[in-house]
């Protein structure tokens, strides 16, 4: 089992930043890629960037230059510049595990961005 929070969400004016943490606690020996997805209202999730233990990243063109994501002991990160009110979605982490004979997913509570002027 692995839990993840994430926060950092938040009201923020065009042109802004954020950033956005999420805490991975329990069987995190077994994490094999994180990332972040977004989900605005009336539409389907989407990947907005992952990263693997490598550190090999990939991103959405849509928030490629704005967005960086980044990995260290507790977690996953991404910080949000240039923020645009089409990046305005409730922001979910996701971590991918696998061990002996399974894979699993696990999601975030999520944690809304909201860019409004």
């Known amino acids: 089992q692995v839990q993840l929070v994430e926060s950092g969400g938040g009201l923020v004016q065009p042109g802004g930043s954020l950033r956005l943490s999420c805490v991975a606690s329990g069987n995190i020996g077994s994490i094999n890629t994180m990332g972040w997805y977004r989900q605005a209202p009336g539409k389907q999730r989407e990947l907005v960037a992952g990263?693997?233990?490598?550190?090999s990243t990939n991103y959405a063109d849509s928030v490629k230059v704005r967005f960086t994501i980044s990995r260290d002991n507790a977690g996953v990160n991404l910080q949000m510049n240039s923020l645009k009110p089409e990046d305005t979605a409730v922001y979910y982490c996701?971590?991918?595990?696998?061990?002996?004979?399974?894979?699993?997913?696990?999601w975030g509570q999520g944690t809304q961005v909201t860019v409004s002027s």
């Open positions: 990263i693997t233990n490598g550190g």
């Open positions: 996701k971590a991918a595990t696998s061990g002996p004979g399974y894979r699993r997913d696990y």
